[in-house]
């Protein structure tokens, strides 16, 4: 559903919370546009024509990238470091909540094993992007981490899995591709 952001003279900017698109309805022939775009900002910041979403939006807290990734800019005397843009991209993709990993590869453009790792370095830089990230994970996987010790080399933990775990002799895990991306991802996502 479309609610109003920000009322103008010619139109009014709508915010769609189930899709977290933004829309443009024109008083005069009160047409709405398509989504339009946001982009984020080296801060891992999104923003619509230079407003922070959050504040757009009611004041929401945006994903933002620690201090020290990226490369080194400086800004007012202080060290800042900028975010990869193919790790802002994919933050932006997977805020619209993609139903599976092959559809943020598409997104993106990349293979899917390279979309697999794109998510996983997302949620190392923002942890808080491990909300939107779960639900790329094979499902099971977050309630049988909760089993085992998750420390250790993927390949340990994948080993602690098969023997004690409640995927142990799961037929469809076993099938998977991408397992241990799946087991990395989940690890960020759901071991604290």
């Not at 339009?36 to 801060?43: C, E, F, G, I, K």
């Not at 990238?65 to 993709?93: C, F, I, Q, W």
């Not at 790792?117 to 830089?125: N, P, R």
């Not at 779960?134 to 996987?141: D, G």
Request: net charge positive; with cysteine; glycine share 4%.
């Amino acid at each position: 559903m479309l609610r109003e952001v920000s009322r103008g003279t010619r139109s009014t900017l709508l915010y769609d919370d189930a899709e977290r698109t933004f829309h443009r309805r024109y008083h005069d022939t009160l047409a709405t546009s398509p989504p339009l775009a946001t982009h984020w900002d080296t801060n891992g910041v999104e923003r619509f024509h230079n407003q922070r979403v959050e504040a757009l939006i009611g004041g929401r807290v945006a994903i933002r990238a620690p201090p020290g990734e990226g490369d080194e800019t400086s800004y007012a005397g202080a060290r800042v470091r900028k975010v990869p843009a193919h790790l802002r991209n994919t933050l932006s993709v997977l805020v619209r909540r993609p139903p599976d990993v092959e559809s943020v590869a598409s997104f993106l453009n990349v293979q899917v094993s390279t979309a697999w790792c794109y998510a996983s370095k997302v949620v190392e830089t923002w942890p808080a992007a491990a909300e939107v990230a779960r639900p790329l994970v094979y499902p099971p996987l977050c309630a049988a981490l909760k089993e085992v010790d998750c420390k250790g080399s993927l390949k340990q933990v994948m080993e602690r899995l098969e023997r004690s775990s409640s995927l142990r002799g799961d037929y469809e895990w076993r099938c998977l591709t991408n397992r241990y991306a799946h087991l990395r991802l989940a690890r960020l996502c759901c071991c604290e």
